[in-house]
DNA sequence: CCTTGTGAAGCTGTTCACAGCC
DNA sequence: GGCTGTGAACAGCTTCACAAGG
């Protein structure tokens, strides 16, 4: 047995890989509940995440102990746990600066709101932009950033802007109380420690298959 | 001194954790570039593409040796020798199924023209979408996939359709010659050993935001 | 003298294999 | 008997610190 979530509620560190997937896990477990499945076993459950087994329970063992030996997992005991480790119980308000192609696109995103995702408000430079809706939200003036973003409290925020924006952009989101970005620009942005950064960078994913590919062919030269 | 890029055409393992920052690299070197910058060092560099120098330093010499000692880099050769390690000197024809709001995104996209991805076909199954054109492209009927795709020898095809259709498409793209697929879609897709997937998931990287973001609130508690 | 290129050390993440428990 | 939970072995990645070399 671990220490885990201790009873006086402090927890103890989970690894950054098993946190990235852990949303995984609970998605392969919404499956199987849709489909009517109401107990699984490691083998099952890794097979629908795309892991190997043992993968999957050293990731629930830094959770806590929530399977029966010889039997497998709970479906739904399991997926209640998850949820709760990691803050998926509650909503989360978010902002989207940038309301071009893709930021109209995550404004759509219907994957959002059905892990939680509460989308809150949304930015544009562009004064044609301005003052439209999108996906029925207001497109606001990024002049009215801070005032709107702290008006709501809002800590995530996702930059969609051009590269050369999204440096500026950040800073002011900082400033209003932003402390989680994820940033679609092309751009590594400089943030103080308190604030965490993820990056999705579409052009370089297709890139690295490229890599491969490029390899790939190099053997038939 | 090292193996690398043998004169014969043979070339050695580059780790992936370097494969994946090599085009981060390359668009450091176009920024300065762009910028009017000829020289560089390390330093610079990485603090341009957000890593730690002598992980960049590192990274470079899995390619070969193509700095100089005192003096640091010379923006254009190193460019031309990350773009040639990545195969950015020819151009990939990819293929996009699910012309929704993130795959027409996608294709208005232009990021990946600048990177070498030309985008040569569009699909999607809606009727009603069918025939349109988006970003300037023709939408073709996912019936016509397997022909297309092979008439027009694509190997890298990007999936954007909903959860429940990704597998059978992958399917079909794979058995029409596909070897490099990128996955937008919220589901793990089973290939076989030859076929490379990279999965993109935006609702999951919002959710890893939060879960640092929740652990961060329970220490006030 | 300065910065690269790189062995070696240290760290993180993954897989194995089996003890523990139902 | 069978599956979980986990220590121990392993593999890969990052950082350090310095020798090599312009």
Known sequence: MNDHTSPDGSTNRVPDATVARLPVYLRALTALADSGTQRCDSTQLAAEAGVNPAMLRKDLSHLGSYGTRGVGYDVGYLQYHIARAI?????????????????????HYAGFSSRGMKIKALFDADPTRVGTKVAGHLVHSVDDLEKIIRKNAIVIAVIATPADQAQQI????????VTSILDFAPVHIRVPDHVQVRRVDLATELQILAYHEQKRSELSA
Chains 1, 2 share one sequence.
């Open 87 to 107: 803050g998926q119980t509650q909503d989360w308000n978010i902002a989207i600066i940038g309301i071009g192609n893709l930021g109209s696109a995550l404004s």
């Open 170 to 177: 950040a800073d002011r989101l900082i400033s209003a109380g």
